[in-house]
């Protein structure tokens, strides 16, 4: 029979060797700063994804890919969002942005709870986040800026279309949200075009994404 002193003893041992045991295992779940990325994309495929209309997935997908290497950076979203719209949109359909409009408020969700779960030895924190209203008019400027430059001849352009873009804005938005109608009725004459030395899976998205209409879409109940 054990004495309980000896008792006490062998405890000890058994729990500091647990809490290592625990350590070890919190460390060893720890993944590289390169890696977060990734994770992020699988956390997505696995939860917001399966939230989103099918139709609105792989756009939102594609999106996320191009934010998170700025919220990761220095966790301040507004910026890295700001960045992502005016460096990737000559890369995509303007219809790529209504689809990310839409799910917005889902994947501001997401962003918030899921990028700080990312097992990385420093945390990111996110910070400066955009209401839909904010987000819609970062895009109300681009499209303006967008349908200021094609409207207007190039030896037109400079103080000519930043007054037509000032213009455009208003005629863009209203109360915070986007106005489909007029937007379409200014950039739809322009097509997108696809580049069609792209790898099938991001033609067959693009083809889908350029006939979307937000005028007459409805995000399901």
């Known amino acids: 029979m054990v004495k309980q002193g ?14 290592f045991k625990v350590k070890r295992q919190s460390q060893d779940r720890l993944i590289d700063s390169e890696q977060a990325a990734d994770f992020l994309l699988v956390r997505y495929a696995l939860t917001t994804k399966q939230s989103l209309p099918k139709e609105l997935r792989e ?14 950076a220095n966790g301040e979203v507004k910026p890295a969002l700001q960045s992502v719209i005016v ?17 917005w408020p889902l994947m501001k969700k997401f962003l918030k709870r899921e990028v700080p779960a990312i097992p990385l030895t420093s945390r990111v924190y996110l910070k400066d986040f955009p209401t839909s209203s904010e987000v819609n008019h970062l895009l109300a400027l681009e499209f303006a800026h967008q ?10 352009q400079g103080h000519q279309s930043q007054q037509l873009a000032q213009q455009l804005v208003e005629q863009f938005e209203q109360d915070g949200q986007l106005k489909w109608l007029a937007i379409q009725a200014l950039l739809a004459p322009f097509p997108f075009p696809i580049d069609q ?21 409805r995000l399901p109940k």
């Open 147 to 156: 349908a200021a430059a094609l409207t207007l001849l190039k030896g037109h």
């Open 59 to 72: 756009t939102n997908q594609r999106f996320l890919q191009e934010l998170t290497p700025g919220i990761l």
């Open 197 to 217: 030395a792209l790898d099938e899976a991001t033609l067959s998205w693009l083809r889908q994404l350029v006939i979307f209409d937000p005028v007459s879409y």
């Open 87 to 103: 460096n990737a949109s000559s890369r995509v359909p303007w219809q790529f942005w209504a689809q990310v409009s839409l799910a």
């Open 6 to 19: 000896q008792y006490a003893k062998t405890s000890k041992h058994v729990h500091q060797r647990d809490n």
